[in-house]
């Protein structure tokens, strides 16, 4: 697949209008990242580095709801538009990554 393919391939994606904040976020969960590791390698006290441990899951969370709103939002819809099976299989998706979510 080209690179033209592929970006008209994804071209439909419901998080592209959000895509700057979503990538604004991870920017920062990756320097969360870092400032853990350097936590660990600076032997800040254990308790310190599970809270910042609990601020990062949170944060991921945070994209995940984004992220799956805009799936509900504007794939879901779509299918839904299309057919009751591709609303169905597009729900049934959702779900599964829903469960993926609650279960980490």
Do not use: W
Not at 57 to 63: D, F, Q
Request: with cysteine; hydrophobic share 40%; net charge negative.
């Amino acid at each position: 697949m080209t690179a033209d393919e592929t970006s008209t391939a994804h071209a439909g994606h419901g998080y592209l209008p959000e895509k700057g904040k979503f990538i604004r976020r991870l920017k920062l969960i990756e320097g969360q990242a870092r400032g853990l590791q350097r936590m660990v390698d600076e032997e800040v006290y254990c308790i310190d580095i599970l809270t910042q441990v609990s601020a990062m899951t949170k944060a991921l969370e945070s994209v995940a709801l984004g992220l799956l709103h805009d799936h509900m939002n504007h794939c879901v819809v779509e299918a839904a538009r299309e057919s009751d099976d591709a609303a169905a299989a597009k729900v049934d998706e959702a779900m599964k990554a829903i469960t993926r979510l609650v279960k980490s």
